[in-house]
Nanobody
């Protein structure tokens, strides 16, 4: 089992920045791969970024270099640094954990999920 708790969401204006954090605990071997996903009420959950250990990352095309995923395994924390935010980035953001080393952006490949943190970007 892996427990995940997100924090750092909030409301910002377009062009602003936020840093999301996800503290994880439990069986860390089930969290060698981690990812950030987002969802709005009218859309399916979509992958934003994924990381395997601290060596491999993958980003969704819409990120366009604006976001950076990282992890501090000494502190059991996953991060998502988001810059130049756009109104279409408004969503609930979730962190997730997987045993897969393939940095997938497919929600079904993740077995553990946090409760989500809301990000709202106004124009």
């Amino acid at each position: 089992q892996v427990q995940l708790v997100e924090s750092g969401g909030g409301s910002v204006q377009a062009g602003g920045s936020l840093r999301l954090s996800c503290e994880f605990s439990g069986n860390i071997y089930s969290a060698i791969g981690m990812g950030w996903f987002r969802q709005t009420p009218n859309q399916e959950r979509e992958g934003v970024a994924a990381i395997y250990l601290s060596t491999t990352t993958r980003y969704a095309p819409f990120v366009k270099g604006r976001f950076t995923i990282s992890r501090d395994d000494a502190k059991n924390t996953l991060f998502l640094e988001m810059n130049n935010l756009e109104p279409q980035d408004t969503a609930t953001y979730y962190c997730a954990a997987t045993r897969s080393p393939d940095v997938p952006l497919i929600p079904s490949l993740y077995g553990y999920w946090g409760q989500g943190t809301q990000v709202t970007v106004s124009s």
